[in-house]
């Protein structure tokens, strides 16, 4: 597809389970972000990618939260031992190099954590 | 430490009136800011870039000023209509470090027919 893809669209788990999060970016885009929105609330940065060099991690909320990334392709968001503040909507976006515009964001992946 | 404020109480305004956002920041030192515009359970589409020497940008029924000495951005959507309704967003791309940009709260705009 043309735009950036998340799947699942919607996740329901429980206390405890670990979850992953997939991202597309969209073809040729270097950079990818990972954000995320508590309900009501604005973007909280969690972790950029850039071509190969070492992501920017420091908005990590813990050592519970990790992302990969292959290349410049497909983007995983894991959480483990997830906690009913995990709950949130979880959103990428990829970009074309490193000093450049606007963000393209997929419409994000609903956690909700029971 | 850094801040980035957007008004947290929605904007109503009548259809056909010029809306009016505000974004103000503390101890950043931005390359550029952008808006961005979210619908419920959508994510973010980016409308507006300006950089850091601009003084105004506009594109169509929009507007956005930028002052660094005030550390404000001002965005307006002139002749508004309902459809304009939604979250509008402000975000700051830093000028050092990694290239990672950093998002406002946002303020829900509600235009009135």
């Known amino acids: 597809g043309a735009g950036v893809s998340q799947s699942p669209s919607n996740k329901v788990t429980e206390k405890g389970k670990d979850v992953e999060l997939r991202c597309d970016p969209i073809s040729g885009h270097t950079a990818l972000y990972w954000y995320r929105q508590r309900l009501g609330q604005g973007l909280e940065f969690l972790i950029y990618f850039q071509g190969n060099s070492a992501p920017d991690k420091s908005g990590l909320p813990s050592d519970r939260f990790s992302a990969e990334r292959t290349g410049e392709s497909v983007s995983t968001l894991t959480i483990q031992r997830t906690q009913q503040e995990d709950s949130a909507v979880y959103l990428c976006?990829?970009?074309?190099?490193?000093?450049?515009?606007?963000?393209?964001f997929g419409e994000g992946s609903r956690l909700t954590v029971l | 430490s850094q801040k980035i404020e957007q008004n947290s109480e929605a904007l109503n305004i009548q259809e056909g009136k010029t809306a009016t956002l505000t974004c103000n920041y503390t101890n950043y030192s931005p390359a550029y800011l952008q808006w961005y515009r979210q619908d419920p359970g959508r994510g973010p589409v980016f409308l507006l870039l300006?950089?850091?020497?601009?003084k105004e940008k506009r594109k169509e029924r929009l507007k956005v000023t930028f002052d660094t000495t005030l550390k404000q951005s001002l965005f307006h959507i002139t002749a508004s209509q309902p459809a304009d309704s939604a979250t509008y967003l402000c975000?700051?791309?830093?000028?050092?470090?990694?290239?990672?940009?950093?998002f406002g709260t946002g303020t829900r705009l509600l235009v009135s027919p």
């Open positions: 976006a990829s970009t074309f190099g490193k000093n450049t515009g606007e963000l393209f």
């Open positions: 300006i950089r850091e020497n601009e």
């Open positions: 975000a700051l791309r830093l000028n050092t470090g990694f290239q990672k940009l950093v």
